[in-house]
Each structure stands twice: as C-alpha cells, then as structure tokens.
C-alpha cells in the first residue's frame, strides 16, 4: 500500500492532474466528504487528507509514504525539528501552488526609514523561522508575534508594524490597504517521500516520481 499526504484545497486541486499522469483518480471528494482516508481507482494507493502544516510530520514519521507540502511548510517544520527533515526525501518541486512570501506593512508606514533607523519592528506572521532567517540576514531587529491566520490585520489594529505572509495576486493586501516592501523567496509545492519508504516500497514509488516528472517535463531525480 501507497499512502500519500494531500491537503484539500489548492494542493489538493492543483495535485489530481500530476496523479492522473501517474494512473491514480482519487475516487472521493475531500471538499464533501468526510472522510480522512481517500480511496483511489488503484487499490495499493490510498491519500490522507491532512492539514497543510501536518503533511510533513506525516511523511516524516512514516504515517504516510509520500506527501505533497509548499516550501513554506517545510522549511517552518524543519526548524521545528532543529533545523533538519531527517528521513524526508524531496526529490521534485511540482511547480504548484505558486507564490511567494514577503514582508507587507500599511501604506501609511515608512518601512525603508524605520529599517535605516535601525528600529526594532514587531512582525506578525505563522512563518516564524521563515521571518526570523530573513531579518537576521538584512541585520533588523525584530520581536516576531506568532498568529496563525488573518495577518493581514495585525498592521491594520496595531498589533504590528509589519506581517510576513505568502502573497500570491496581491489582492489581499490591496483590499486591506497593506503594501509589498520585501519580497523574501519564492514559493511552490515540492513532493516529499519518506526515507524508509522509499527503500522498502521503492518500484510504486519510483513508478509515482518518474510520473510526475514526465508530466511536469522535468528530468527523473536519481533516487538515493
Ligand atoms: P492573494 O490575495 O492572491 O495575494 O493571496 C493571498 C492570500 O492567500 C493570503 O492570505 C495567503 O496566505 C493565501 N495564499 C496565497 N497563495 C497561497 C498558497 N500558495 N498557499 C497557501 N495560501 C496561499
């Protein structure tokens, strides 16, 4: 049996086309279903329907083979991990759920004099290691506010100078009166495979990568 970690929404839409290219039709919908075990047209290959921020801490720990995360999450759980995914394989970035993240404040806030100024600025964001790394490397200091959604607010209410949050069309932030300021990287979802899998399970898994791969005209990744 395969197991694959999805989250619903964006990866989950943006996923069905790579598995089709691989033979798999997942058979329920997690948007009306309840169910948190999909079962697929192949009877080997089932997919987890999981919170985004999970999909790695399935992978990683074996409760699913495979799973499909953006670098954003990865990179935030292998900080929580002391820095390291040890037994994730990564061997595709799937080019899906494109975006990027950036640094945003009001329109109204200087963020290039407070920068000069050498001011300690108070970022809200849920990507802490993400916004710690980056304002270390610029040499800013900063107090980080942990908030797991709505960002986009803490600037408009006071609660921060600046959030640090994934930006796609820009709309978001234009609705909220917010400004781009700094783009930080560039985000997109990556295939993660569990070490251990991949050598007790490595034909389906290979079968599954080289699919992909051909489907996204990308070259197969040597598998370790
Ligand atoms: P937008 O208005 O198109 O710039 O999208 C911004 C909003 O969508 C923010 O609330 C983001 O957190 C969220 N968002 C944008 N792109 C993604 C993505 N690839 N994955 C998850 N959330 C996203």
Not at 47 to 57: E, F, K, Y
Not at 198 to 205: G, V
Request: charged share 20%; net charge neutral.
């Amino acid at each position: 049996m395969i197991t694959i970690a999805l989250s619903k929404g964006r990866i989950f839409e943006e996923t069905l086309p790579l598995l089709q290219a691989a033979g798999i039709t997942v058979l329920d919908d997690p948007e009306t279903s309840r169910k948190l075990i999909l079962d697929t047209n192949q009877p080997g290959v089932r997919v987890l329907v999981v919170r985004a921020t999970d999909v790695p801490t399935y992978v990683q720990f074996g409760g699913a083979d495979m799973g499909i995360t953006g670098k954003d999450t990865l990179l935030e759980h292998a900080s929580d991990w002391g820095g390291g995914s040890a037994g994730l394989f990564q061997p595709l970035d799937l080019q899906i759920a494109k975006c990027r993240i950036s640094v945003a404040v009001r329109a109204d806030f200087d963020y290039a004099h407070a920068v000069r100024q050498g001011a300690r600025l108070r970022v809200a964001t849920k990507y802490v290691a993400i916004a710690r790394d980056f304002f270390a490397s610029k040499g800013v200091h900063v107090d980080l506010i942990k908030l797991y959604g709505s960002m986009e607010l803490a600037p408009l209410v006071g609660l921060a100078d600046a959030i640090v949050d994934l930006v796609s069309t820009g709309n978001t932030l234009r609705a909220n009166n917010l400004i781009e300021v700094e783009r930080i990287m560039d985000i997109s979802s990556r295939l993660i495979v569990n070490q251990a899998a991949l050598k007790l399970k490595r034909e389906p898994i290979r079968h599954i990568i080289s699919a992909f791969s051909d489907a996204l005209a990308q070259p197969a990744p040597p598998l370790p």
